[in-house]
């Protein structure tokens, strides 16, 4: 029997070169992160079912999700996400200084249908502020996202960081009349906006939304850009969530966020969401996923018991990064080859071995990454799998080299160096 090649659909599996890639975005995200102030935590990978049926919604937990019974008769779930998990050991935390700023990689499990941007285990960068209820978190939690992605090099224009509020848009749909029962249905078809034609998505409001009345208004709040826009700022007359929305969209202004822009097409598909809501989207018409998602979510915490802590932040798949970093030709040509070591080591003949075995030791002591050839290959060979490599110190040791003490250092596009062998490590780094 052969087995097959492929791994089971849509399941993370990097070679090298993608591995390289993931770690340099991993790491730029960390850093932006680390700038601000947040800390890494980790949460298991294996949850309760319950903890995500509570309020990630049960699309996600039971239709998108890897569940199962295990053999203690427990329904558990491969993590969708790590935002609940979060709220939980930040309720059994006991004396955590507050406000909280703590970011974590988790992967995580989604049984959805793989596409370009989604797959079925993922990579997700998380970041998040708990214990700080002003607008001035989500304005911290942003200025990390902007930051990260002008880090990578990316423009405004390039990217926007589309932000709206689920309390003014429930504001604005209970003023038109819109009954409470029925707003989960008008988020749901305000979350499709841009997922279908213009036309084909307006019946479908009307559809599903019913009387014309209502459905006339999901569908113009949908479409307004401005926060300012008169019919909006008649209407909402005297209600806090549209002056909280225009102070924070000041808030962005004066910190420079360029790439931030009024959406109310953002309402976001968690149902933990209680406030201002956001999204990273590529302008571009490539990737149409959101790269990142993120809010506030004021309730999560209060449901392990105890005090209520507020929330905000949001998570960023790895792989919707990579993807508009390729398409933007923003990931650094070296990463497609990057050589894995520092200096290669060639012996002369299977006789210097030993010593070569013991040199490359030395030099690994000092901090060096060596490699050397093995098998007893000829130098042609040793010397081709180095150039393979991309290694670009290559040092040949034969017996006149051990009986001197140095050997000959060859340096890729460069003349070779003659250096003592208890200065090889200091010579490569010097280079
Ligand atoms: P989310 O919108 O479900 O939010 O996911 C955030 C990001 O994770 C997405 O924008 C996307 O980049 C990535 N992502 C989601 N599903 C997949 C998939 N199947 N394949 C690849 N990437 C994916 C959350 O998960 C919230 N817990 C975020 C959050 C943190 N909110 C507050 N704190």
């Not at 989960?184 to 939304?209: G, N, T």
Request: glycine share 10%; net charge negative.
């Amino acid at each position: 029997m052969t087995l097959s090649r492929k791994p089971l659909k849509g399941m993370r599996q990097l070679y090298p070169g993608e591995r390289r890639v993931e770690d340099y975005i991993v790491s730029g995200l960390t850093r932006a992160g680390r700038a601000y102030g947040f800390e890494e935590y980790e949460g298991p990978v294996l949850e309760p079912l319950e903890l995500f049926l509570a309020k990630s919604g049960s699309e996600l937990a039971r239709e998108q999700s890897y569940n199962f019974t295990d053999k203690g008769g427990r329904e558990l779930i491969l993590r969708p996400e790590l935002t609940p998990s979060l709220a939980r050991m930040i309720a059994a935390g006991g004396e955590l200084i507050y406000p909280v700023r703590w970011m974590s990689v988790p992967l995580c499990f989604r049984y959805e249908r793989p596409q370009r941007g989604r797959v079925r285990e993922f990579l997700q960068f998380n970041l998040d502020i708990l214990g700080a209820p002003s607008p001035e978190a989500e304005l911290e939690v942003i200025l990390v996202l902007n930051r990260l992605m002008r880090g990578f090099g990316a423009v405004p224009g390039q990217f926007e960081i589309r932000y709206s509020s689920r309390k003014l848009a429930s504001a604005v749909l209970a003023r038109c009349g819109l009954k409470a029962e029925s707003l989960e249905a008008a988020f749901a078809v305000i979350d499709k906006r841009d997922k279908l034609p213009s036309e084909k998505w307006e019946s479908w409001v009307r559809e599903i939304v019913g009387d014309s009345a209502y459905s006339e208004a999901v569908i113009r709040f949908s479409r307004c850009r401005s926060l300012d826009a008169p019919w909006l700022v008649q209407l909402m007359a005297g209600d806090e969530s549209l002056e909280e929305l225009r102070e924070f969209s000041r808030m962005l202004d004066t910190a420079g966020v360029e790439a931030a822009v009024f959406d109310p097409g953002v309402v976001r598909g968690l149902d933990y969401y209680t406030g201002i809501v956001f999204e990273v989207m590529d302008t571009g018409s490539e990737n149409r996923r959101a790269l990142c998602g993120g809010g506030r979510y004021d309730d999560l915490v209060g449901l392990f018991g105890g005090r209520g802590v507020s929330g905000v932040g949001f998570g960023l798949g790895i792989l919707t990064l990579k993807l508009f970093l390729e398409t933007y030709d923003l990931l650094p040509a070296i990463l497609s080859n990057a050589p894995p070591v520092e200096l290669f080591i060639a012996a002369l003949s299977q006789e210097q071995r030993a010593f070569v075995l013991n040199l490359a030791e030395k030099l690994r002591n000092d901090g060096l990454s060596v490699e050397t050839g093995l098998g007893g290959k000829n130098l042609r060979s040793q010397f081709t799998l180095a150039d393979k490599r991309c290694i670009e110190f290559i040092a040949v040791v034969g017996p006149r080299e051990i009986e001197e003490g140095r050997v000959n250092l060859k340096r890729s596009g460069r003349e070779d160096l003659q250096v003592q062998m208890v200065d090889l490590a200091e010579a490569v780094r010097a280079e």
